[in-house]
């Protein structure tokens, strides 16, 4: 999927390409032509809602394949693929959501949850105590980041060569309080696993 604003229809109005159709966000309303050549003008919300029932009949099927992602910025890239306007959703909806809550809340019904709120939890539970101290701290930071920018940043491993963690140690110092890169991945996968508890 590619997205930009459209040069020629009028002001202010975005223009995705899902597939090979040319799909306008105007006043939070999609127009598109279907495949019989005809207009069709639907709410942002309500186009969402279809897309993603296209794919998952049910909240537990997107549950199961989102908790089952190696990577969530994959099953984002491929939410974006199959025409899901996520950036457009988040207009509407709030910018502080992250795809998930986006998602949950228009297709599912769910009320959502800020990443803000998400991370808090995850900090409340407790869950860093089986850590060491610097691995600790990195986590509070992947925390920090994630209620910034969302979940694809903390999945890269060189957000670890940026601040804050840069004045930490260097990235294989960080790495190494988790006892190595793979125990450094699976910590990563469980912390996500808390925050869509």
Same mark, same amino acid.
């Given at each position: 999927?590619t997205?930009g604003?459209?040069?020629g229809?009028?002001?202010?109005?975005m223009?995705?390409?899902?597939?090979?159709?040319?799909?306008?966000?105007?006043?939070?309303?999609?127009q598109y032509y279907?495949p019989?050549?005809?207009?069709?003008?639907?709410s !942002?919300? %309500?186009y969402?809602k279809?897309? /993603?029932? &296209? #794919? =998952?009949?049910?909240? *537990?099927?997107?549950l199961?394949?989102?908790?089952?992602?190696?990577?969530?910025?994959?099953?984002?890239?491929?939410?974006?693929q199959?025409?899901? !306007?996520? %950036?457009?959703?988040?207009e509407? /909806?709030? &910018? #502080? =959501?992250?795809?998930? *809550?986006?998602?949950?809340h228009?297709?599912?019904d769910?009320?959502?949850l800020t990443?803000?709120?998400?991370?808090?939890?995850v900090?409340?539970?407790?869950?860093?105590?089986?850590y060491?101290?610097?691995?600790?701290?990195?986590l509070n930071?992947?925390?920090?980041?994630y209620?910034?920018?969302?979940?694809?940043?903390?999945e890269d491993?060189k957000?670890?060569?940026l601040?804050?963690?840069?004045?930490m140690?260097?990235?294989?110092?960080l790495?190494?309080?988790?006892?190595?890169?793979?125990a450094?991945?699976?910590?990563?996968?469980?912390?996500?696993?808390?925050?869509y508890a």
């Amino acid at each position: 999927m590619t997205g930009g604003v459209d040069t020629g229809g009028g002001e202010g109005r975005m223009k995705y390409v899902v597939g090979n159709v040319e799909v306008f966000i105007v006043s939070q309303r999609v127009q598109y032509y279907g495949p019989e050549g005809k207009l069709i003008t639907e709410s !942002l919300k %309500d186009y969402t809602k279809s897309k /993603v029932k &296209k #794919d =998952f009949a049910s909240l *537990d099927d997107f549950l199961k394949t989102w908790t089952s992602a190696e990577r969530k910025a994959a099953l984002i890239a491929e939410l974006e693929q199959h025409g899901i !306007l996520l %950036d457009a959703l988040a207009e509407e /909806v709030g &910018k #502080d =959501f992250d795809p998930f *809550d986006l998602v949950c809340h228009v297709a599912f019904d769910q009320p959502p949850l800020t990443r803000k709120e998400r991370a808090e939890q995850v900090k409340k539970r407790n869950y860093f105590a089986k850590y060491g101290v610097q691995a600790r701290k990195v986590l509070n930071a992947l925390l920090d980041k994630y209620a910034d920018t969302g979940v694809e940043n903390i999945e890269d491993i060189k957000i670890l060569t940026l601040d804050p963690f840069k004045s930490m140690g260097s990235a294989p110092e960080l790495i190494s309080a988790f006892g190595g890169k793979p125990a450094y991945l699976q910590a990563i996968k469980e912390l996500e696993l808390q925050l869509y508890a």
